[in-house]
């Protein structure tokens, strides 16, 4: 099974900050990684898709990037709305993996 | 625009049974391949199986943790996904979320909004 480790597993920033989250692979998942964002009660909502695509409708505050089997997700400036909790999943393999989750806090 | 609405879940006691149903809307059912992920509470979100299209053969996968008690199937007819769970235990426990593909451009941009099952004595 392909693993992934999600890093930290809570953060807390102040209203416009940059943030960045990791996940790591354990090992090529040819870029087929998505991020998501939890609500407390709601079901995950999908970012940004194939690594560094941002899905329809999701603000451009929102980016992906990829370095080998490293990923990131950015929030350029956080915003309120942003607080929540942020999965990566990878599904190169039939059997999805998430990460561990990061939550994310305004400070 | 797509909608998944699951159904079924409540509260069962260890080594009993639930079925959970997942009826889809806007999109094309039969075509698509469906996913149940769940979450136990407070933790992260967790793949749970796949059932492939009819066209593409129909068979499932599940990961570990349930392979051997619980069972995926579909009624194209109906639009419905299920998730057979038997010999259920305290660590089935959660949420539970059918989810596709379907429509998305990549990524699993359709989710139902979750039903809750518990597993308590």
């Known amino acids: 099974d392909i693993q992934m480790t999600q890093s930290p597993s809570t953060l807390s920033a102040s209203v416009g900050d940059r943030v960045t989250i990791t996940c790591r692979a354990s090992q090529t998942i040819n870029s087929w990684l998505a991020w998501y964002q939890q609500k407390p009660g709601k079901a995950p909502k999908l970012l940004i898709y194939k690594a560094s695509t941002l899905e329809s409708g999701v603000p451009s505050r929102f980016s992906g990037s990829e370095s080998g089997t490293e990923f990131t997700l950015t929030i350029s400036s956080l915003q309120p709305d942003d607080s929540a909790t942020y999965y990566c999943q990878q599904y190169n393999s039939y059997l999805w993996t998430f990460g561990q989750g990061t939550k994310v806090e305004i400070k | 625009e797509a909608q998944l609405v699951e159904s079924g879940g409540g509260l069962v006691e260890p080594g009993g049974s639930l079925r959970l149903s997942c009826t889809a809307s806007g999109i094309t059912f039969n075509y698509a391949w469906m996913n149940w992920v769940r979450q136990a509470p407070g933790k992260g979100l967790e793949w749970v199986g796949r059932i492939k299209s009819k066209t593409d053969g129909g068979t499932a996968d599940y990961a570990t943790p349930v392979k051997g008690r619980f069972t995926m199937s579909r009624d194209d007819s109906k639009n419905t996904l299920y998730l057979q769970m038997n010999s259920l235990k305290t660590e089935d426990t959660g949420v539970y979320y059918c989810?596709?593909?379907?429509?998305?451009?990549?990524?699993?941009?359709?989710w139902g909004q979750g039903t809750l099952v518990t597993v308590s004595s």
């Open positions: 989810t596709t593909q379907s429509g998305c451009s990549s990524g699993s941009c359709n």
